[in-house]
């Protein structure tokens, strides 16, 4: 038993001297595994400046080890044995131990939602736990956490890429870019829970190899020519439902259309709206009635200004259901009826094959906003986005942005000087 201990390295090491012993001793947990190594040293000061060298090195070669996924035994070297549990300099690979990602993906999502409870949207935290709950725990399941490396990282893209079928097909279905993003980001928030929990020592890197820089694309959306074909496509359909008991429903639907790209809502702030949240305005700056709209989306709270043509397609839900002031306006996104009608009007795709949405609606909004010549700073205040994100995905597509005037310059040419010749006068 020591006689005497000392703390370092925030008590990740121990100085320590046994019981009839001049000489100092050291110790760390490192690895899964405790470290120990005499100083040879009498002196306290010079044990503890020996310590924090040889640990110090200790922590290099845990880093190495753990950098590429193989853990290492210390020790002799054993004679070289072939199978999957040798290395070629005849070292045996160490099974990681430890908790389990399950333990990690666990302690995620009660921390997650007792922390974000009321400051991030319920669906949002939803998601979270559907993404743990429906992919990483059925791939990840019980490995350890020091087990999943950036190798481990790769495969599970991989099997998220080729594991679902198209039984029409028989191809792979794969996952949109941002659904395989926004689960990538899950599994970093887990693996930073282990991490703080001291499970693991560093994450591994996350980061998608073979992935070029992209290039920016604009978002789909409606020109005004192909906004007019839907909307009228939509009022027809009202007029003259496929069955007459659907005649409400295509008859909310034109109004959607309507109202949403005369907003700029999001699909989600459109489904969360209720009666109280909208009010109907005379418009002081430009003497119209306009809707003021309450908008509540991933963003908090924010408002909204909507052009005139939002107010009778609102006054046609709200009488038509009879609203009360705590009802939904329009309540679920109607996505289905509007991939049919884009269907129909051969619209669901644009001319760069971007797939046209409830979403594509917004894009419209935008569009039309900065080709009337609005200015792009309120046009970005009032859809709660940034002038940035509205440059980047908007405005770089849209020519009336660009000022011929400022383009089309011409250094003036200097007029050249014509001389006339002297004619040389008659001799007499």
């Not at 390295?9 to 320590?16: E, P």
């Not at 906004?227 to 007029?239: H, P």
Request: glycine share 6%; hydrophobic share 30%; charged share 30%.
């Amino acid at each position: 038993m020591p006689t005497e201990s000392h703390l370092l390295m925030d008590g990740a090491l121990h100085v320590y001297r046994r019981e009839n012993s001049r000489y100092w001793q050291c110790s760390t947990y490192l690895g899964s595994r405790n470290h120990r190594q005499t100083t040879k040293e009498a002196s306290l000061a010079a044990a503890k400046d020996f310590a924090r060298d040889w640990y110090m090195e200790r922590c290099v070669e845990d880093r190495q080890r753990r950098r590429g996924g193989v853990l290492l035994l210390d020790g002799p070297v054993q004679p070289l044995i072939a199978g999957p549990g040798a290395l070629a300099d005849g070292r045996r690979r160490r099974t990681p131990t430890g908790p389990s990602f399950e333990d990690a993906a666990k302690a995620f999502t009660d921390e997650f939602e007792a922390i974000t409870l009321g400051e991030r949207n319920a669906d949002y935290v939803k998601q979270k736990s559907d993404h743990v709950r429906v992919h990483l725990i059925p791939f990840f399941g019980n490995t350890a956490l020091e087990a999943i490396t950036a190798g481990k990282v790769q495969e599970y893209r991989v099997h998220r890429q080729t594991s679902r079928i198209d039984p029409k097909t028989g191809k792979p279905k794969k996952p949109a870019r941002a659904t395989l993003h926004g689960e990538v980001v899950t599994l970093r928030q887990v693996l930073k829970t282990a991490n703080r929990k001291g499970w693991i020592a560093a994450l591994p890197d996350m980061s998608a190899p073979y992935k070029t820089s992209g290039k920016v694309e604009h978002r789909a959306w409606f020109s005004p020519e192909e906004y007019k074909m839907l909307y009228e496509a939509t009022r027809e359909r009202a007029k003259n439902p496929p069955k007459p008991r659907w005649r409400e429903v295509c008859e909310n639907f034109h109004d959607y259309v309507l109202f949403m790209g005369n907003t700029g809502l999001r699909p989600d702030e459109s489904a969360r709206l209720e009666l109280r949240d909208v009010k109907i305005v005379n418009d002081e700056s430009t003497g119209e009635r306009i809707l003021e709209i309450e908008v509540r989306g991933k963003r908090g709270v924010g408002f909204c200004k909507s052009m005139p043509g939002a107010i009778l397609p609102f006054e046609r839900v709200r009488r038509r259901k009879q609203l009360k002031p705590t009802d939904r306006l329009f309540g679920k996104t109607p996505r289905e009826l509007m991939n049919t009608v884009l269907d129909e009007l051969k619209l669901k795709f644009d001319r760069d094959g971007h797939v046209r949405t409830c979403y594509s609606l917004r894009h419209t909004y935008i569009c039309l906003r900065l080709l009337e010549g609005a200015d792009i700073y309120q046009v970005a205040k009032n859809c709660r986005t940034s002038v940035e994100m509205i440059e980047k995905y908007y405005g770089r597509h849209l020519k009336n942005n660009i000022d011929a005037s400022a383009v089309n310059v011409r250094r003036a040419r200097p007029t050249p000087v014509v001389t006339r010749k002297k004619t040389a006068k008659p001799t007499k």
